[in-house]
C-alpha cells in the first residue's frame, strides 16, 4: 500500500494550499485517514484526522478554524485544505492511514513520504 502526497510549496503568511494524498489500493479506504508534520528539530505532531463511516473530522487546536481535512472515497483520496497560512506551519506534512482514528501517529500503519509546506512571513 502506498499513499502519496502532492500540492506542498512555498507560500506567504495568510495564504492557502490544498494538499492531496491518494492510496494506491481499495484495501484501505475505510481506514481512519490523518494529517500529520514534522518541523525541523520537532516531533512529529498531530493535525487532522478522519473517519471513513461518520466522517467525523478531528483537529489539533492550532489549526482548528483555518484547515480542513476532507475525503473522496471514489478517489480513494483525503484532502488537507490550509487556509490562513502562518509561518509556524512550515513543516513536512504526512498523511496516514490506520484502522482507528487517533492523534498518535504510532496508531497509523502507513505513511506517505511528506511533502514539504513552507509558508513565508
Known amino acids: 500500500v502506498q499513499l502519496v502526497e502532492s500540492g506542498g510549496g512555498l507560500v506567504q503568511a495568510g495564504g492557502s494550499l490544498r494538499l492531496s494524498c491518494a492510496a494506491s489500493?481499495?484495501?484501505?479506504?475505510?481506514?481512519?485517514k490523518a494529517w500529520f508534520r514534522q518541523a525541523p528539530g520537532k516531533e512529529r505532531e498531530f493535525v487532522a484526522a478522519?473517519?471513513?463511516?461518520?466522517?467525523?473530522?478531528y483537529y489539533a487546536d492550532s489549526v482548528k478554524g483555518r484547515f480542513t481535512i476532507s475525503r473522496d472515497n471514489a478517489k480513494n483520496t483525503v484532502y488537507l485544505q490550509m487556509n490562513s497560512l502562518k509561518p509556524e506551519d512550515t513543516a513536512v506534512y504526512y498523511c496516514?492511514?490506520?484502522?482507528?482514528?487517533?492523534?498518535?501517529?504510532?496508531?497509523?500503519?502507513?505513511w506517505g513520504q511528506g511533502t514539504q509546506v513552507t509558508v513565508s512571513s
Open positions: 496516514a492511514a490506520g484502522p482507528v482514528s487517533s492523534l498518535l501517529a504510532a496508531s497509523y500503519d502507513y
Open positions: 489500493e481499495r484495501t484501505i479506504s475505510s481506514y481512519a
Open positions: 478522519i473517519i471513513r463511516s461518520d466522517l467525523s473530522t
